[in-house]
């Protein structure tokens, strides 16, 4: 599905885009505090910590950083959508569950609620667009990431299934095998039988031949 029927579907519309780029500065302004906790919780919550063993969290702070300001930019474009995908793909590599993943969403989620609610609570209504514009834009996110995830375990299933037919298939040529062998080994019981008979009528043939020339 193409990113503009996404976010047709998500409500994502020029409005929407426009209040993310007004309240980007803002964003980005605390985006370092809030991926800061954001690492905290994850690499200490038993849930999650394992996950982070032999990470580099300055690195994968500075990574999500960027995919944040490219989300809040309002640029809902194709390296948007390819690099979301991607993202997704390494988390299901690495065994971020769905679970995992939302629960990190919801972290993020709140926090940024807390501090645009701190910021512009006074402004009733533009504080309702900038919830809603990043609500939206989160929900995209992370429907993206499980859309990856999905497609990785289909390909996954479809390995499966193709191994599985695979080994049906060899299990199958070796069952007729077996079998062509076990014809083959009758047919030549088979053959040694009629050999057998056929020297048996012989030999009975002699015998009656040899009866007949003693006869008086
Ligand atoms: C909240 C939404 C999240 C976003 C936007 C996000 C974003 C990212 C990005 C951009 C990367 C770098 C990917 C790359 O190297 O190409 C990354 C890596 C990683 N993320 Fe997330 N992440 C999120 C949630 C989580 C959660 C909840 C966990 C664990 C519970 C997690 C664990 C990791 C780990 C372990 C890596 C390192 C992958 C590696 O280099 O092997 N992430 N994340």
Excluded at 34 to 40: E, N, P
Excluded at 84 to 113: C, D, M, W
């Amino acid at each position: 599905m193409d990113i503009q029927t996404k976010l047709s579907y998500f409500q994502i519309d020029e409005s929407v885009k426009t209040t993310l780029r007004d309240a980007r500065p803002f964003l980005l302004e605390v985006l370092p505090d809030v991926l800061k906790s954001f690492y905290d919780f994850v690499t200490t919550h038993p849930e999650s910590r394992e996950k982070f063993q032999g990470k580099k969290i300055d690195r994968l702070i500075a990574v999500q950083s960027s995919h944040w300001g490219k989300l809040f930019s309002g640029d809902f474009d194709e390296e948007y959508l390819q690099t979301s995908l991607a993202i997704g793909r390494v988390h299901e590599k690495i065994g971020i569950t769905p679970y995992l993943y939302i629960g990190g969403y919801n972290f993020v989620q709140k926090r940024l609620t807390s501090l645009v609610i701190q910021r512009f609570g006074k402004k009733g209504e533009q504080c309702a667009q900038i919830l809603n514009a990043i609500n939206a834009s989160i929900l995209l996110d992370m429907e993206l990431a499980l859309t990856s995830y999905a497609d990785a375990s289909n390909n996954q299933s479809a390995n499966d299934f193709a191994n599985d037919l695979l080994d049906d298939n060899i299990s199958l040529s070796i069952a007729v095998n077996e079998v062509s062998v076990g014809n083959a080994s009758m047919m030549k019981s088979l053959d040694d039988i009629s050999l057998q008979i056929q020297s048996v009528a012989g030999a009975v043939q002699q015998l009656t031949a040899g009866v007949s020339s003693i006869r008086p």
